[in-house]
């Protein structure tokens, strides 16, 4: 038990997914792992812990910004031993050729600042995927004949944008899409020597003003979740 998981010693599993939402945890949960068990409450961010396919896994609640994700990837790897986070969630599109409900898979992560600044200081440190986990979804959603994206994307610590300078010197620069967890998620697994992705389901659009509709929304994070299982474990 941890000052934010209630979690008891051996209920967290080494692969763990985390949505921003634990309501989502809980949807995901009881949709894809089975005698899933919830494990934690503490402050209504949900875990679960259950098998998929025989594997053990937990899904686990991030909630919304890289603060809040550093405490809980900090204390999953550190107190509790998970060993791979993937994060399932959505994002905005930045180029003209990433579509609603394409999946992009986040290589690199560009960002203003993340709760891990102060320890790199005046380093610019690049926070990068894991490459076998990496590799392993790109094979998995080219073979489910998903459009997949691989390549930069930007980890915002504001949801209420106000530097549209900002967001075309990203475009420019080939930037795929906007979230807010990523970029701190993979600096924590950097150092602590676990394994990271982020896979994410396009859901709004900057240059076109879509949105995926709210009824299609459980079917294509049902998708992204799916895809994260298998390639964690491939």
Not at 197 to 218: G, M
Request: hydrophobic share 45%; net charge negative; with cysteine.
């Amino acid at each position: 038990m941890t000052i934010h998981i209630g979690a008891k010693p051996g209920e967290i599993a080494e692969t763990v997914l985390m949505p921003g939402d634990p309501m989502r945890a809980k949807w995901a949960a009881e949709r894809f792992l089975e005698d899933a068990i919830c494990v934690n409450q503490v402050r209504g961010m949900l875990g679960y812990t259950g098998t998929w396919r025989g594997q053990r896994v937990t899904i686990h609640g991030s909630g919304m910004g890289m603060p809040s994700l550093s405490i809980y990837a900090n204390e999953l790897i550190r107190d509790y031993g998970a060993k791979t986070l993937i994060r399932i969630g959505s994002a905005g599109a930045m180029q003209p050729q990433v579509g609603i409900r394409d999946i992009v898979l986040a290589q690199a992560c560009t960002t203003l600042s993340t709760p891990s600044r102060g320890i790199f200081r005046e380093l610019n440190f690049a926070p990068c995927a894991d490459f076998g986990l990496l590799h392993a979804a790109f094979t998995t959603a080219q073979g489910q004949g998903a459009r997949v994206h691989v390549g930069n994307i930007y980890s915002s610590d504001v949801f209420y944008d106000e530097r549209p300078d900002l967001n075309e010197i990203m475009q420019r620069h080939g930037v795929l899409c906007v979230e807010m967890e990523a970029a701190e998620l993979y600096a924590v697994a950097a150092r602590h020597k676990a394994r990271a992705l982020a896979v994410l389901t396009i859901s709004d659009h900057l240059l076109t003003q879509e949105a995926l509709p709210a009824s299609d929304r459980e079917r294509s994070f049902g998708e992204m979740v799916e895809l994260a299982l298998t390639a964690a474990f491939s």
